[in-house]
């Protein structure tokens, strides 16, 4: 486990080795608005160099965000793209086509492509179980279907750059919740057992498996990781939408886990350093960064040095097990994860596409 001071002197390394384009789906709050405050912080002096697409549906929270940004890195370029439900996989496609569309008019790089894609968006996960327009469950897909539809829909820019390209999800790395052998988490949790523990099991397994079998399709130009950002102070936990019990009991929860909480500050400089040499693309040569002095390459989920994909911890620490998902796996299981997942993608394309039509 890195220490902060580690941490940080990493990351001021980014400016040096060029621009950097980072896009932010969920960046106007919580962890995502963290990660914009900590690339401005950064880019501070050199911040010609920075350009960061905060996606998200509230206009005036992402003003906020990019006029702090601009004001901590004067000169840096600031967008924001709407998008007013990420749990639809046609808003996630709308909002990659107009990053796409900006990039190739006015790329930052010599060529247009993105850096680092940071996906921290997710459902009310106190809420009642809620099915989309587009027949998928709104938590599932904010935590799975949708964020590998930006990765999807972004691919050829994360990987046109000089650099390789960074994608992070924010949401339950390094946790198998209990997967036992035989035992095959693929799709939407059956409706008896439908919950936070369940959909986190079903999302972890299924994304590690794709993280996996993209770190392997891009090796050189893509590393992936999801992350448990630990217990982090946010807007979500005032949601006027939460249950009446939570709002009870949150204060409560607050003031005793309060020596455990990770600052805004921490964690927003924690997810920047999961975009440098420790955290490399598979077989990758050359990163943005160089590795800390005494630090190793972060073991993959497969226990691989270099491997492209990794689960961490909230202070950037590889979960403990040498492989994910060791007792479970199967030849066939990155098949058939990948298979499903991809059958759920293009099935709403088509359907989305037959709606426009009509």
Same mark, same amino acid.
């Given at each position: ?61 992402? $003003? ?45 790089? $010599?060529?247009? /492509? ?18 989309? /327009? ?66 986190? &099991? ?44 939570? &709002? ?12 455990? +909480? ?8 924690? +997810? ?17 960064? &160089? ?32 492989? +994910? ?30 709606? /426009?039509?009509?």
């Amino acid at each position: 486990m890195p220490e902060l001071n580690v941490i940080r002197s990493t990351i001021s390394q980014l400016p040096e080795s060029g621009p950097l384009v980072a896009v932010i789906p969920g960046g106007t709050t919580g962890i995502g608005s963290y990660i914009a405050h900590a690339l401005a912080r950064v880019f501070a002096n050199q911040g010609s160099k920075l350009r960061v697409y905060i996606v998200g549906r509230n206009a005036s929270r992402a $003003d906020s965000i990019i006029n702090a940004g601009k004001a901590i890195s004067p000169g840096s370029d600031w967008r924001f793209i709407e998008a007013t439900n990420l749990a639809l996989l046609g808003e996630v496609d709308k909002a990659c086509a107009e990053i796409t569309r900006q990039e190739k008019e006015s790329p930052l790089h $010599d060529t247009p /492509s993105i850096d680092l894609l940071y996906m921290t968006f997710c459902a009310n996960i106190l809420m009642n179980q809620i099915i989309t /327009s587009e027949g998928l469950d709104s938590f599932l897909s904010t935590v799975y279907y949708a964020r590998i539809r930006f990765i999807q829909q972004l691919i050829p820019l994360l990987t046109a750059g000089t650099f390789p390209g960074h994608a992070i999800s924010v949401y339950a790395g390094g946790f198998e919740d209990g997967t036992k052998p035989g035992e095959s988490p693929i799709g939407l949790p059956p409706p008896e057992s439908w919950g936070i523990t369940s959909v986190r &099991k079903h999302t972890g397994f299924m994304k590690n498996f794709v993280f996996e079998e993209l770190a392997q399709k891009h090796a050189g130009k893509l590393s992936l990781t999801h992350i448990y950002p630990g217990l982090v102070d946010g807007p979500g936990f005032y949601n006027q939408d939460n249950p009446t019990w939570f &709002k009870f009991v949150w204060p409560i929860v607050k003031f005793l886990a309060s020596l455990y +909480m990770t600052s805004p500050e921490n964690c927003g400089d924690v +997810m920047v350093y999961l975009a440098t040499a420790q955290f490399p693309a598979k077989e990758s040569r050359s990163e943005r960064t &160089k590795l800390p002095e005494g630090l190793q390459v972060a073991k993959s989920t497969l226990g691989e040095s270099c491997g492209g994909c990794y689960a961490t911890g909230q202070r950037a620490d590889v979960a403990s097990q040498p492989i +994910m998902y060791r007792n479970v796996r199967k030849p066939e299981t990155s098949k058939l994860v990948w298979d499903h997942t991809f059958e759920v993608l293009n099935r709403v394309e088509k359907e989305n596409a037959k709606s /426009s039509q009509v």
